[in-house]
């Protein structure tokens, strides 16, 4: 068990999670950063700012989130229970609209006309795309060239919402080199340019910003599992790409230290094949995009070219506090692969009516498998943090199906 | 004395602003990377910027972002750069060597490893561009083994915080010509001069000025007020595609004869 005795004292000043963390980024940047740092620690305990970002949770994302009991899929996997803190059913789809609503809030209050932000799947891009058209506020979204093409559906959306879509054809034209080019035109345009990071990886104060704005997933979990089963869950269990659904549902919990947590990291093709994205599992500890954590990268310090099924995972990198957990031997990280995860979707789509996300379904796919490790009165809470509709195509095209 | 601090003694005491070239090693030709180093000299360098290849490096447009990915493409790692420093040195024992690159390649290697071998092939000083003084605490094993670090600053920097850097600063201090990343093209010399004349009044080292230089003009407008210019992008450009040492060697001359003969005539 973790010698942590509280884990809401992190990160400490400097944005470091133990050995995690930090701000890794060049000398140009040390300034908008200090400044963000400045308003978002003032904004978080601003009674005005907190009222306003639990309006617009409340009204304009849908929120509290359901915890769905999938019955039909408990009893067909034959073990405990597994119930379902819904945050597909936010607006938009997916948790990601959590963070860029209280990011987009940050923004107005700094006074910057201008946002930009990184996405892989396309959902974080939707979700500030989205919160941009409602603040009035002009929006760049980089994506790498490969994402744009399999995540068609959702880069039309962005467009849709006025945003500018631009594809990136650096490195290996994915999420980690859309995360560079926004870096980089930060850098060029920080005087009114406001960059949302949407997960909880980047320099400090990003791992701490995006899983405060996450972490109502779990506040609200807890509250709902004593209320409607008088008691907390057994385990948790979510994807984790750059890791902002798992840290928004692990961190509310993490001090009850009966409740296991379990992050459920793309394995790919498996971990033996290379080809996946378990930066945990498979990773050592590096620095890439602005924090320490654990990287995919060879002998040379390269980073390496990082495969999953699904966009959201496929990330070379992890969110510091999830390197933090890990070490701390607070919560585990094990391995879902593309198959398993596919499976996943099937299975909870056939027997519950829900079409998950290829992100998500590796969570429901480790729900599964956890649900079998535990007593038929056992409580596994999954985040199923996105709907599946942005991965039709991908899912017909893996079957062979034209759409 | 450190080889840097010399040199700069030595462009002090002649009345000279310094040349310091970037090229990203293993680029164009790795073959060709010690006889380009010396062709650098032999062009006017004064101190000699090696980029460490970084599949990741946020800081650089897109000229020296293609120039890392040939390189490493090619295999290029930091143990072949410390080679090239190394047969580097064995003809040139004079001209400082700088590395410039990101904090990951240097992690992975070691920080203690990458300190002994880096002196002990001569490697005079390291700029990692993603390492503030914040966290500069894991490069102490670079600093216990005499390795001097190049600290940049910028125009974003704050005055308290420019005070810090200018305490700290050893070699010379790199000042980021503007807010943004190497190669883009607005050079405005008109505001960088008071802010460089300040910072060489208060810093313990001389000061070097660096991104959207990439001519004799703008060089010479800088030297009216740096210690040494930095040109990275728009050699790298030149260099590309270059595929023997003599093509090599006879574009790095033909670029940069102009540059030393107007920070000369300044």
Known sequence: MSKIADFNAYPDVHGRFGDYGGSYVAETLMAPLAELTEAYLRLREDPEFIAELDRDLKHYVGRPSPIYHAERLSQHVGGARILFKREDLNHTGAHKINNTVGQALVAKRMGKPRIIAETGAGQHGVASATVAARLGLKCVVYMGAVDIERQKINVYRMKLLGAEVVPVTSGSKTLKDALNEAMRDWVTNVADTFYIIGTVAGPHPYPLMVRDFNAVVGREARAQMLEQYGRLPDVLTACVGGGSNAIGLFHAFLNDPDVRMVGAEAAGEGIASGHHAASLLAGRPGVLHGNRTYVLCDDNGQITETHSVSAGLDYPGVGPEHAFLKDAGRAEYLGITDDEALEAFHLLARTEGILAALESSHAVAQAIKLAREYPKDGLVLCNLSGRGDKDVHTIAALEGVEV | ?266
């Open chain 2, 1 to 266: 004395m450190s080889r840097i601090d010399r040199r700069f003694a030595q462009l002090k005491a002649s009345s000279r602003t310094g040349l310091i070239p970037f090229v990203t090693a293993g680029d164009p030709a790795p073959e060709h990377m010690v006889a380009l180093m010396h062709a650098l000299v032999d062009a006017g360098a004064d101190v000699i910027e090696l980029g460490v290849p970084f599949s990741d490096p946020m800081a650089d447009g897109p000229v020296i972002q293609h120039a890392s990915e040939r390189a490493i493409a090619k295999g290029v790692g930091l143990v072949d750069v410390l080679r090239w420093v190394a047969e580097f040195r064995a003809r040139d024992a004079d001209t400082p060597v700088v590395l410039m690159g990101y904090l990951n390649p240097v992690e992975i290697h070691g920080y203690a490893r990458f300190a002994q071998e880096a002196v002990q092939a001569g490697v005079d000083g390291v700029l990692l561009v993603d390492c503030p003084l914040e966290e500069a605490a894991v490069l102490q094993p670079l600093r216990d083994a005499g390795l001097q670090q190049i600290l940049l600053a910028a125009p974003t920097t704050a005055p308290a915080r420019m005070a810090q850097l200018c305490e700290a600063a050893e070699g010379f201090l790199y000042y980021v010509s503007f807010a943004g990343i190497t190669g883009a093209a607005h050079l405005s010399t008109g505001g960088i001069a008071a802010r460089v004349a300040d910072i060489r009044a208060h810093a313990r080292t001389p000061v070097a000025v660096g991104f959207g230089i990439r001519d004799a003009a703008s060089a010479k407008a800088i030297a009216g007020f740096a210690d040494a210019v930095v040109i990275g992008t728009a050699l790298v450009e030149r260099l590309a595609g270059a595929t023997d040492a003599a093509d090599i060697a006879a574009r790095i001359s033909e670029f940069l004869a102009p540059i030393r003969a107007a920070l000369d005539a300044h």
